[in-house]
């Protein structure tokens, strides 16, 4: 049992999710849940929930599901992304992660999404 996952508790959201690149996010509700956006010099990138993929997506990947860790996590903390991370390569499970001030978010492919709760939880994480 890691001994981190016992103090972390893992929240499930119900929401399917798309992975995109957009021209801009000229279409893009950027206050509705679960909308995130990254731009650089090369891309803006957007994850959103799939029924509000804009018209201007140039390209785009569904069938993400996501959780996220539960709570604010304090910027000192150290290693709670990759503890889970390793648990689910060592499980074959793909992860695109997304943080916010507060917390983190990891999203697996829709197929996988209860297979890494499932190790997740073997492992000594709380599931919500």
């Known amino acids: 049992m890691n001994k981190e996952a016992i103090s972390i508790t893992i929240e499930p959201l119900d929401v399917d999710l798309s992975v995109c690149k957009v021209e801009d996010y000229s279409q893009v509700d950027i206050c509705r849940p679960f909308c995130f956006t990254g731009s650089t010099d090369e891309e803006f990138s957007l994850v959103c ?20 860790i539960a709570g604010v996590l304090d910027f000192s903390l150290v290693g709670i992304l990759a503890g889970i991370s390793e648990i689910l390569a060592e499980n074959r499970i793909g992860l695109f992660a997304v943080s916010t001030y507060n917390t983190d978010y990891i999203l697996t492919k829709t197929e996988n999404f209860e297979r890494a709760l499932d190790v997740l939880r073997n492992a000594g994480y709380a599931i919500r």
């Open 49 to 68: 929930p799939t029924d509000m993929v804009p018209g201007n997506t140039t390209e785009r990947d569904d069938g993400w599901r996501a959780f996220r």
